[in-house]
């Protein structure tokens, strides 16, 4: 007996720390423990980063800013007595954004520009996205980073929102499968990922302010389906919460979206990081489940303990987020104690670059099988970004890379002879553009540049160099990136490089030379009005660091292009119907900081309605108005042709399984994609006439070779969104899967018939009334 009270008295000895013993430790000790160890205050400081230089100034919360790893977007603040480490978030999402340089360092800390996000979405390979990520995420590691802050996953909603390079799609599925194949890949390297921005952040104008008024319906079939994919399948470590509003509230205050949706409906583990500088409402913040506040001031820590002090905060709320981030924080490298070698592998990354770059460059038009140019011939390279290309956007997703191969270069590597009268004549006027452009471009920002502006060419200079070549190549380059929207004007060609392409085409048509066209371009431009001018036309995107060599694989038939429209190319940005709620042409303050900015009351600044509800992209192309439409969303050619044979559909249980055989019977080797969209009966509901529900990809297939190709969907997926009950419901009846080359060319119709059904989920995000009434 006296051996039992022995050892209960020394079990209660150890299990209640004296006075001044040692805190629990994180990794050694239970969760639970550091939490009920923790004050207020400590908590509170896990909860707000540890502010980024030049934000907060002296007043950063830890006393400093942590300068961890240069040029990363922030970190969080270390706990030292409970072994908690600060981690490092960085952007994003094309590659690690950090300083190259650092000051007394001899070397460098260059990063790999990985392809933007909406070429990875024209390769339709979830495979190549996550070798691109893997690579991404390995940078990510060895340079010291935890978390990188992409992929960005908004929708194309309108063809002129200034970040839509960053993000995939139109289509929430194509959106939502690239999305989790990148988190797959970053955090096969044991970082993590930041899926943003969450959600409804379509617009660059008043970004700061602008409320998203969507109906229930579009949110859930359109603006949160593909986060939800990327969640459920990738398992991303964080989740960004957007600056908008969604129907008044703002994301970051709004529990309906961080907790009712992404967690209970979604089942997401991870935390939910703020996006940067955007200050909120900080206890509004933490009750929603926002768990960490970036770049973090010390006014927010202040501010949520004064709000668990006077009532207004539940501790719980906040005890809450701390365990998140306790549980993040056990997964990262710093916590793990990795040691970064700074020296990742940057000329294996370079080549992922490249050869996802391939995969997702899309052939438009290839007349009289223009392409592929004859190996070794001469070209007559015209258009200043031939000469100095895009290889991503800017802004937060612009990326520190230590080179660029331009189109010129890559021509050249891959074995043609370039005019030299022609190259000449640009090298000459690009200096001198340069020396006159080069005060604007000393204060650039992110990544932000001047390009010399686009010249003509006289008939003469144009006839003999057509004489000297076997073909031209024109380029044409668009850029864009935080902060602004593209003008109206980006999207047409302007008048010189109208007159550029129609004096090219005469002058080299007239010696029975053709014509290409490659558009460096990280969104859409008209095409409508001059396609039928050259001979080809490559969109070859901004491919990253190695465009300029992946442009030429293409060009040259060491790669077929296999890539296809992520997105509609309409005749006419207008054509769309969401141009009647979208802020055309707004040029305000960068970044439009202040939040009694005179806008806030304006329409499409302010507040923008999406009276277009469900209806973007190919889902209204297709069902309204497909002449409207210049190359619909899913196209894309090829050097070879495909056969599609032996299709079939079963349903296994909650699944359909379609197969296909692809057989290549033309005379190159390439890769065949295939697009599952299925039309639903006519039901309670308006639908589009079809929606995407699955697609694959062939592997490279010689001549003559063939692959069966096996996609799937399950019955859930066909459903639509019905308000009235809060519920994804299933209409029962006859259905068609489609199997098409694109949105508007169906190849195989295979009717299959599915049973009701109706999966309730909570009645949240209800747009007040003022959806269609303009009145703030
Ligand atoms: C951008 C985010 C970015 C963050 C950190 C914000 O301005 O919207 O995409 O990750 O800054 O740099």
Request: hydrophobic share 40%; aromatic share 10%.
């Amino acid at each position: 007996m006296k051996r039992v009270l022995l050892l209960i008295l020394v079990f209660w000895a150890l299990s209640v720390p004296a006075a001044g013993a040692e805190k629990p430790c994180l990794g050694r000790d239970p969760i639970r423990k550091i939490v009920a160890a923790m004050t207020v205050e400590e908590k509170a400081m896990l909860l707000v980063g540890a502010s980024m230089e030049g934000y907060a100034g002296d007043g950063a919360v830890t006393g400093r800013t942590l300068k961890l790893v240069p040029g990363s977007a922030g970190t969080t603040c270390p706990l030292e007595a409970y072994g908690i480490p600060a981690t490092v978030m960085a952007d994003g999402p094309a590659g690690l954004r950090i300083d190259p340089h650092r000051t007394d360092e001899t070397r460098t800390y260059f990063c790999t520009a990985f392809p933007i996000g909406t070429l990875l979405a024209s390769t339709w390979d979830e495979a190549a996205i996550e070798r691109c990520g893997a690579a991404m995420g390995n940078e990510v590691l060895e340079y010291g980073c935890d978390v990188i802050l992409g992929p960005g996953m908004n929708i194309h909603r309108h063809p002129l929102c200034g970040r839509n390079f960053e993000y995939y799609s139109e289509d929430p599925l194509l959106s939502g499968k690239c999305g989790a194949a990148m988190v797959r890949g970053i955090q096969s390297q044991g970082v993590g990922t930041s899926v943003k921005h969450f959600a409804a952040n379509n617009q660059e104008s008043l970004r700061l302010q602008n409320d998203a008024r969507i109906s229930q319906r579009a949110l859930r079939e359109i603006y949160l389906r593909g986060f939800g994919i990327a969640i459920r399948e990738g398992r991303p470590w964080t989740v960004m919460s957007s600056y908008n509003r969604i129907n008044g509230p703002y994301t970051q205050e709004n529990r309906e979206l961080l907790t009712t949706i992404l967690r209970d409906e979604w089942g997401y583990e991870g935390i939910v990081v703020s996006d940067w500088i955007g200050r909120r409402n900080t206890v509004a913040q933490i009750h929603a489940g926002n768990d960490l506040l970036m770049p973090g001031e010390p006014v927010q820590v202040e501010e949520i303990v004064e709000g668990v002090r006077s009532g207004r905060l539940s501790e719980s709320d906040v005890d809450v987020c701390v365990t998140r981030m306790l549980e993040y924080l056990l997964r990262t490298p710093r916590f793990r104690g990795y040691e970064p070698s700074e020296s990742p592998d940057l000329h294996t990354h370079a080549e992922v670059s490249r050869e996802v770059a391939t995969a997702g460059m899309v052939l438009l038009r290839n007349e009289a099988s223009t392409l592929p140019l004859t190996p070794g011939s001469q070209l007559a390279v015209f258009g200043v970004n031939a000469y100095d290309g895009i290889a991503g956007g800017t802004g937060a997703g612009h990326v520190n890379k230590a080179y660029m191969v331009d189109l010129d270069e890559g021509l050249r590597n891959a074995g043609f002879v370039l005019n030299s009268r022609t190259a000449d004549l640009y090298a000459k006027y690009m200096a001198f553009g340069d020396v006159l452009l080069s005060e604007q471009n000393a204060r650039r920002f992110l990544g932000e540049k001047w390009y010399v502006p686009e010249t003509a060419l006289t008939p003469e200079f144009l006839a003999l160099r057509a004489a000297e070549s076997d073909a031209a190549i024109v380029s044409f380059g668009r850029n864009s990136g935080e902060y602004n929207d593209r003008p109206t004007s980006d999207f047409y060609l302007t008048e010189t490089e109208r007159a550029l392409l129609e004096s090219v085409c005469a002058a080299f048509h007239a010696a029975g030379k053709r014509v290409v066209v490659v558009l460096n371009i990280g969104g859409v431009i008209e095409t409508a009005s001059w396609k039928e001018l050259p001979d080809a036309i490559l969109v070859s995107w901004q491919g990253g660091q190695e465009a300029g060599n992946a442009t030429a694989d293409v060009l040259s038939g060491k790669v077929s292009p296999s890539g296809r429209l992520p997105m509609t190319f309409p005749t006419d940005y207008s054509d769309h119907p969401s141009s009647v709620n979208f802020p055309l042409d707004y040029r305000g303050r960068r970044g439009d900081w202040a939040d009694d900015a005179p806008e806030r009351k304006v329409r499409n600044l302010g507040f923008t309605c999406y009276e277009e509800d469900i209806w973007i992209g190919y889902r209204y192309f297709s069902t309204y108005a497909p002449e409207r439409v210049s190359y619909p969303f899913g196209y894309g050619l090829s050097y070879t042709d495909f056969d599609w044979t032996e299709a079939s559909i079963g349903r296994f249980g909650r699944e359909y399984v379609v197969t296909l055989r692809v057989t290549n019977t033309g005379e190159f080797a390439g890769r065949e994609v295939v697009e599952l969209y299925v039309a639903a009966p006519k039901g309670d509901l308006v639908k589009p006439i079809r929606e995407l529900r699955a697609f694959a990809k062939s592997r490279e297939l010689r001549p003559g070779e063939s692959e069966l190709l096996t996609l799937r969907f399950a019955s859930d997926d066909l459903a639509s969104f019905d308000e009235r009950i809060s519920a994804f419901v299933v209409d029962e009846g006859g259905y068609m899967a489609e199997l098409g080359r694109s949105a508007d060319d169906i190849v195989v119709r295979l009717p299959f018939g599915a049973r009701s059904s109706v999966r309730k989920v909570h009645d949240v995000l209800k747009p007040r009334e003022f959806l269609q009434t303009f009145e703030y």
